[in-house]
């Protein structure tokens, strides 16, 4: 069982590169989200899916493009990547709202 | 705007010892208070939830302390263990929604 699937794990852009992070989990669950981890500035929501065919914003969607794709997969678009984006990312999902997160093992960006 | 503050930043505890980590949170909806674990190179992982119609829980060395008046919240970690280095996020969100706001998180280094 993979559960939270992230690819790729490590990517370095140029600045203005544009790039899509992709996240698929295999527990059926209903809701998706991306979160970004910085030092000293803990998890921060970027976009969240509450279920497939919706997304929402979360706390710092700047910069960033999503797409659910189907109710397994939920993309994370950076269409023109600036070094401020240079984070980890992580993706989780859960079974329904309000309810216990489970992350995938991250997504390490640098944007030079 | 720091909706879930959390302190401290690092905690160097000795083997056997009590870790106490603290979260406060200004929104009065948040009704739902979870502490992830995350480990080097891994995705936070759920450790121990709350919520407010309950003042403790416990769940093996693990309690959870809630002051709902105080808006704060806490993780004691009894008979720490060098296993229990690892960094730990607190986290609040409404019951009907999706956005979970974490803290900025605490390393925990248990020496032996």
């Known amino acids: 069982n993979a559960g939270v699937t992230q690819t790729p794990k490590f990517q370095v852009l140029k600045t203005g590169q544009s790039m899509t992070l992709q996240c698929a989990q295999d527990?059926?669950?209903?809701?998706m989200y991306w979160y970004r981890q910085d030092p000293g500035m803990g998890l921060r929501l970027i976009y969240y899916?509450?279920?497939?065919?919706?997304?929402d914003k979360g706390e710092v969607p700047n910069g960033y493009n999503v797409s659910r794709l189907n109710k397994r997969e939920f993309s994370l678009r950076l269409e023109s990547a600036a070094p401020s984006q240079t984070s980890v990312y992580f993706c989780?999902?859960?079974?329904?709202?309000?309810?216990?997160?489970?992350f995938g093992e991250g997504s390490r960006l640098t944007v030079l | 705007q720091q909706q879930v503050k959390q302190s401290p930043q690092s905690l160097i505890v000795q083997k056997g010892g009590i870790s106490i980590i603290n979260c406060a949170y200004e929104?009065?909806?948040?009704?739902?208070f979870p502490w992830y674990q995350q480990f080097p190179g891994k995705g936070p992982a759920l450790l121990i939830a709350i919520r407010p119609d309950v003042s403790e829980k416990k769940e093996g060395r693990f309690t959870i302390s809630f002051n709902k008046s105080a808006k704060q919240f806490s993780l004691h970690i009894m008979d720490s263990q060098p296993g229990d280095s690892a960094t730990y996020f607190c986290?609040?969100?409404?019951?009907?929604?999706?956005?979970?706001?974490f803290g900025t998180g605490t390393r925990l280094q248990v020496f032996p």
């Open positions: 929104n009065t909806a948040f009704d739902y």
């Open positions: 527990m059926n669950h209903n809701s």
């Open positions: 989780a999902s859960s079974p329904t709202t309000g309810s216990e997160l489970f």
């Open positions: 899916s509450a279920s497939e065919g919706t997304t």
């Open positions: 986290a609040a969100s409404r019951r009907d929604t999706d956005k979970l706001i």
